[in-house]
């Protein structure tokens, strides 16, 4: 599959638990974002990420979230101590790295967090 | 800040009409205008997309209007099937530092198709 491949596709916490989100990019995509919906709400953009490099995360709440995309490996959204209004699908895309793309993001199929 | 608004929030169409959701933004840095599909426990995936140089794109039974003028734009849907049934996602965007290129999504419109 050389999709976006995200895992897991769903995650049950308990406040106060961390949450680690995992996202691998298409094959030769060096761009990854992240971003959350909630219950009939839009995707709303948290960060972007290059590989070792966060770009631009003002998206992300100033507390509890954090965002790494690793020389190697897959990008990881960091959730700790969480509560019941993390609750949300995460979703990562990404995109290829080649000067001026075409715009196209490509997305996974997101993880799913219920926090109880 | 919402710089993107989406209408309507749901949309019942007679399989064989014509959808139509409108879009407006506000920053006139946004270059890119994409729309896209999502299927219940899916992803979002790009249906059509326009530059702001050209007033209307189509693709098959989709059609992309563009009023720069009025920063609005707007999705058509001619035909509408049954498998159409999904939500539809504007979205804007300008080239981030860096090569990026970050979305800004509306709200979402939720379209389903009858037989």
């Known amino acids: 599959n050389a999709g976006v491949m995200q895992n897991p596709r769903h995650l049950v916490r308990r406040r106060g638990q961390e949450a680690r989100l995992r996202c691998s990019p298409m094959k030769g995509h060096s761009h990854v974002y992240w971003y959350r919906q909630l219950p009939e709400e839009g995707l709303k953009f948290m960060v972007y990420l290059q590989k070792e490099n966060i770009i631009d995360e003002s998206g992300m709440p100033k507390e509890r979230f954090s965002a790494e995309f690793p020389k190697e490996g897959p990008s990881i959204l960091r959730i700790q101590q969480v509560v019941r209004g993390d609750s949300a699908a995460y979703f990562c895309?990404?995109?290829?790295?080649?000067?001026?793309?075409?715009?196209?993001?490509?997305f996974g199929e997101g993880s799913r967090l219920t926090v109880l | 800040q919402q710089q993107v608004k989406q209408s309507p929030q749901s949309l019942i169409v007679q399989k064989g009409g014509i959808s139509i959701i409108n879009c407006a933004y506000e920053?006139?840095?946004?270059?890119?205008f994409p729309w896209y599909q999502q299927f219940p426990g899916k992803g979002p995936a790009l249906l059509i997309a326009i530059r702001p140089d050209v007033s209307e794109k189509k693709e098959g039974r989709f059609t992309i209007s563009f009023n720069k003028s009025a920063k609005q734009f707007s999705l058509h849907i001619m035909d509408s099937q049954p498998g159409d049934s999904a939500t539809y996602f504007c979205?804007?965007?300008?080239?981030?530092?860096?090569?990026?290129?970050?979305?800004?999504f509306g709200t979402g419109t939720q379209l389903k198709v009858e037989l």
């Open positions: 920053n006139t840095a946004f270059d890119y």
């Open positions: 895309a990404s995109s290829p790295s080649t000067g001026r793309t075409t715009g196209e993001l490509f």
């Open positions: 979205a804007a965007s300008d080239i981030l530092t860096g090569g990026g290129n970050k979305l800004t």
